[in-house]
């Protein structure tokens, strides 16, 4: 089994090179990850599984049983992704070709969002998300036929839908209570955010209720963007994260890449802690360096884990963990006492109403997905779900106060209840972030000895659930309303 691990480990940096290439060029990684898929088949075919669940079967002590099905949930996870990738490969083929006319040229579907946060007209923004919803209604056939798919592998693997796997991968984890908890975001968090919706609105000239067409251009907060070229966000990165022992650049390589692309920013762990790397994209602005400093957190947290960890326990198993790091320092960002030491100082207060804007609609729509997920997990194997869009469209509604089509609905759904991991990361970033104010005041970033508490815990890499990591640090148990306090902060 030894040499099992030695493969299943392989595998994992192998493709986690491949995507790191694959973004930096701004290309798809499919073919390259259909190559891995045959070059580590002692691990995709799943002939492995059974003496993997024989292991997990057999163990007796919690460390050693979490080993197991660490081994086996990864295992299981490679299996499926290698079963999907055709279908997935085809559905992302199909994207990249989706086109629209405009001003009489030719425009990929995937860059209609960024020309819509850049359009006055209210009525051209109305045009391109009909387009946007045409587009996304083509796919969901292909949508639906690789949910069905998936639901007949996951049948193959023992578990009667998505939620009997999402169950057996985090025992710890109540996902009907994180559906109540998201729905009690939800209520709670509604009026400041109509509030600050129509107030954001006023302010690029919509009259009464905004439409979904008009989201990406009351977000994008364009008067500030000019102070955060992309070549400066390492820099701001070291200047708030000065007592970490290391720069960014010095603790990760740092890759600077498509500079006309959309603002975004990722870590990748090829062999942490060793082989770390910090990449951002497009221009910078607002938007690009909220994600630069979130990449930055599961990017410092991958760098400082303990070389003495066994190779299993450096990359997280729960899906949360580095999540979590990343909405700690996104928030750290969006803090008014950091904006008043960034580039935005002279515009602090006016940056820190765009964040607070950005926050709560990223908020409310990852409780809306908590909930339709939910419902979208107790679908048996080879179920068509698309008895679900409506209900998606409507929670989406409620999220955003704008009226949403049934398009694109499986778009970024997960039947094994991805958003719930990210409910709970937000809420850890939150409680965490909170302890470290009470303990080290409002400008923790800048205190050593937040750095080395920090530090001490990336040290234990990916040994730990959140729940543990929270207990450790005695943040109390993840719940939404110490989240919803510090969103509506």
């Known amino acids: ?39 580590f088949e002692d691990v995709t075919s799943g002939d492995a599984l059974d003496r993997l669940r024989g292991e997990l079967d057999g163990a007796r002590l919690e460390d050693e049983r979490e080993a197991c099905l660490r081994r086996l949930g990864t295992a299981e ?47 051209r923004r ?25 639901g007949e592998v996951r049948a193959r693997l023992g578990y009667a ?23 009690v975001f939800l209520a709670e968090s509604e009026p400041a955010w109509l509030d600050a919706l129509t107030a954001a609105s006023r302010r690029i000239g919509v009259r009464g ?6 989201l990406p251009r009351v977000l994008r907060a364009d008067v500030l963007d000019s102070a955060l070229p ?71 947290a991958a760098a400082f884990c303990a070389e003495s960890l066994p190779e299993g326990r450096r990359r997280a198993f729960d899906p949360a963990l580095p999540l979590a790091w990343e909405r700690l ?15 935005l100082q002279l515009r602090a207060a006016e940056a820190s109403e765009a964040f607070r804007l950005r926050r709560l609609l990223t908020l409310r729509s990852v409780c809306a997905q908590v909930v339709f997920e939910r419902a979208l997990a107790d679908l048996p194997g080879g179920s068509d779900p698309h008895a679900l869009a409506e209900a998606w469209a409507e929670v989406r509604e409620r999220a955003t106060h704008c009226r949403h089509a049934t398009a694109g609905y499986l778009r970024a759904a997960d039947p094994e209840l991805a958003s719930v991991h990210e409910l709970r990361a937000q809420c850890f970033g939150a409680q965490l972030g ?15 000895g937040a750095a080395e508490l920090l530090k001490e815990v990336w040290n234990t890499g990916g040994t730990y659930r959140l729940e543990t990591l929270a207990s450790e640090l005695e943040l109390g148990p993840l719940d939404v309303a110490p989240l919803l306090e510090d969103a509506l902060r």
Do not use: T, Y
């Open 1 to 39: 089994m030894d040499e099992f691990e030695s493969q299943l480990e392989a595998l994992q940096e192998q493709s986690e090179r491949v995507r790191l290439r694959a973004w930096l060029a701004g290309d798809v990684e499919d073919a390259a990850l259909l190559e891995l898929d045959e070059r």
């Open 77 to 123: 996870s490679a299996v499926l992704a290698a079963r999907l990738r055709r279908l997935g490969a085809e559905l992302r083929a199909r994207e990249s070709r989706q086109e629209i006319v405009l001003g009489g040229s030719p425009v990929a579907v995937v860059e209609v969002a960024a020309r819509m946060a850049l359009e006055d007209d209210a009525g």
């Open 126 to 150: 109305a045009e391109l998300r009909d387009e946007l919803d045409r587009a996304a209604g083509d796919l969901d056939e292909l949508r639906e036929e690789r949910f069905a798919r998936a």
């Open 161 to 183: 839908d998505g939620l009997a796997r999402a169950a057996a991968l985090h025992p710890q984890l109540d996902f009907d209570a994180w559906r109540d908890a998201a729905e």
């Open 209 to 214: 209720a905004p439409a979904l067409a008009d």
């Open 230 to 300: 992309v070549a400066r966000l390492v820099g701001c990165l070291d200047h708030a994260f000065n007592h970490f022992g290391a720069g960014l650049a010095a603790a990760c390589a740092v890759e600077f890449c498509r500079p006309d692309a959309s603002g975004d920013a990722r870590s990748f762990a090829l062999r942490p802690p060793d082989q770390v790397v910090w990449a951002a994209c497009g221009a910078g602005g607002v938007g690009g360096a909220w994600r630069a400093f979130g990449a930055a957190g599961s990017a410092l």
């Open 329 to 343: 320092f996104e928030n750290v960002w969006s803090a008014p006492e950091w904006l008043e030491e960034s580039p």
């Open 434 to 448: 909170e302890r470290l104010r009470q303990r080290h005041g409002k400008r923790f970033w800048h205190e050593r």
